[in-house]
């Protein structure tokens, strides 16, 4: 089991498809959280469109029926949509699973699901959500490694670029970003700038290798 990129921006719009696949980025989380009916429909195809273009895997946040309906190939989950989600119809549909976990409690509920990854954040704190979850921590990251075997691992939450290497080194298969994509004044050289450090063999400041 594996994932396309070691990076995975996550964007709320789908023109951050076009821009980041453009770049290079080959898995991209589309989360839309404001907007709805047509409006949350045209940002899905149309993102859906770049994502083809550019050789993108594309992640649909959330909408597990509309990933169903527009052919979306991999959709993910919070612990929350795991309550309602129709998980059969999601394997019949062929679409591939990620699941965001914060505890070992979630973490054993994801798993009995059979994903195709799992998230687990935030590795820092992080001002884009919400959450009753204090930091974990890259030795979080280096325990749950550990219990997910083959099942790849997502680091994510308050990762920057200069903190990649030690996501990397503690375990993390992927490591995902918000606002160190979307928030940067060159978000297409900050797409380089992760592939370049998250390449194999990549040698970073303190000696690790990736």
Do not use: K, M
């Given at each position: 089991m594996s994932l396309p990129s070691r990076i995975y921006p996550v964007v709320d719009r789908a023109v951050w498809v076009d821009r980041l696949g453009g770049a290079g980025a080959r898995l991209i989380q589309?989360?839309?959280k404001d907007l709805?009916?047509?409006?949350?429909?045209?940002?899905?195809?149309a993102a859906r469109a770049h994502a083809a273009r550019?050789?993108?895997c594309l992640v649909l946040n959330d909408y597990w029926r509309l990933a169903l309906d527009e052919g979306?190939?991999?959709?993910?989950?919070?612990?929350?949509?795991?309550?309602?989600?129709?998980?059969?119809?999601?394997?019949?549909?062929?679409?591939?699973?990620?699941?965001?976990?914060?505890?070992?409690?979630?973490l054993d509920r994801a798993l009995s699901v059979r994903p195709d990854y799992v998230a687990l954040g935030p590795v820092?704190?992080?001002?884009l959500k919400k959450m009753p979850w204090g930091p974990q921590g890259v030795e979080r990251l280096r325990e749950w490694k550990r219990l997910v075997g083959s099942v790849p691992l997502v680091a994510i939450g308050g990762?920057?670029?200069?903190?990649?290497?030690?996501?990397?080194?503690?375990?993390?298969?992927?490591?995902?970003?918000?606002?160190?994509?979307?928030?940067?004044?060159?978000?297409?050289?900050?797409?380089?700038?992760?592939?370049a450090a998250t390449a194999e063999g990549a040698v970073f400041q303190d000696g690790s290798i990736t």
């Open positions: 589309l989360r839309v709805e009916g047509a409006a949350l429909l045209g940002e899905i195809r550019h050789g993108v979306i190939d991999f959709i993910h989950l919070g612990q929350e949509d795991l309550d309602d989600a129709d998980l059969v119809a999601i394997r019949a549909g062929g679409i591939r699973l990620g699941v965001s976990t914060h505890s070992t409690g979630e820092w704190p992080t001002r990762i920057t670029l200069a903190r990649v290497a030690s996501c990397i080194a503690a375990g993390a298969d992927c490591v995902s970003a918000v606002s160190d994509f979307i928030g940067q004044p060159d978000p297409e050289a900050q797409v380089r700038a992760w592939l």
